[in-house]
């Protein structure tokens, strides 16, 4: 089936929407949801390529999960993750390289360059006001 074909199917109710009244725009939670916005550009799970990132779990660096169009019958072989943990310039660097050259859409290259860099972001603030922790001084 097409994409458009999901996304009026699960448009309005699908396990992963977060509806609040004062909130125009719904969230959504799912993976590959770049923006986590509710919407058929950004969604994850009617796309065939799709780019999902997220923090690592040593704390520093990030995940990079894409999934491959011909294996999505295969649900162990049908994502590839990588692990970025060189520096932050050198991590978004490779980030760029690499989602250029695998061909993957287009139109989130740059907001996935952006969600990789306020997690880069957030992670360097958490290690700085880790290090500010004073304790009290020896009598």
Same mark, same amino acid.
């Given at each position: 089936?097409?994409?458009?074909?999901?996304?009026?199917?699960?448009?309005?109710?699908?396990?992963?929407?977060?509806?609040?009244?004062?909130?125009?725009?719904?969230?959504?939670?799912?993976?590959?949801?770049?923006?986590?916005?509710?919407?058929?550009?950004?969604?994850?799970?009617?796309?065939?390529?799709?780019?999902?990132?997220?923090?690592?779990?040593?704390?520093?660096?990030?995940?990079?999960?894409? /999934?491959?169009?011909?294996?999505?019958?295969?649900?162990?072989?049908?994502?590839? @993750?990588?692990?970025?943990?060189?520096?932050?310039?050198?991590?978004?660097? /490779?980030?760029?390289?690499?989602?250029?050259? @695998?061909?993957?859409?287009?139109?989130?290259?740059?907001?996935?360059?952006?969600?990789? @860099?306020?997690?880069?972001? @957030?992670? +360097?603030?958490?290690?700085?006001?880790? +290090? /500010?922790?004073?304790?009290?001084?020896?009598?």
């Amino acid at each position: 089936m097409s994409s458009d074909l999901y996304w009026m199917i699960i448009r309005n109710n699908n396990a992963y929407l977060l509806k609040k009244r004062d909130i125009k725009k719904p969230f959504s939670t799912e993976s590959g949801n770049l923006k986590n916005v509710a919407s058929f550009r950004y969604n994850g799970l009617i796309h065939e390529k799709t780019i999902d990132i997220k923090p690592a779990k040593e704390g520093k660096g990030f995940i990079i999960t894409t /999934k491959r169009k011909n294996k999505q019958n295969k649900p162990g072989k049908a994502n590839i @993750s990588v692990t970025m943990t060189a520096g932050p310039r050198r991590s978004l660097f /490779k980030l760029r390289r690499y989602l250029n050259g @695998s061909n993957y859409r287009k139109d989130l290259v740059q907001v996935a360059l952006r969600k990789a @860099s306020a997690i880069l972001e @957030s992670q +360097k603030r958490a290690s700085i006001i880790a +290090k /500010k922790v004073r304790t009290k001084k020896a009598d």
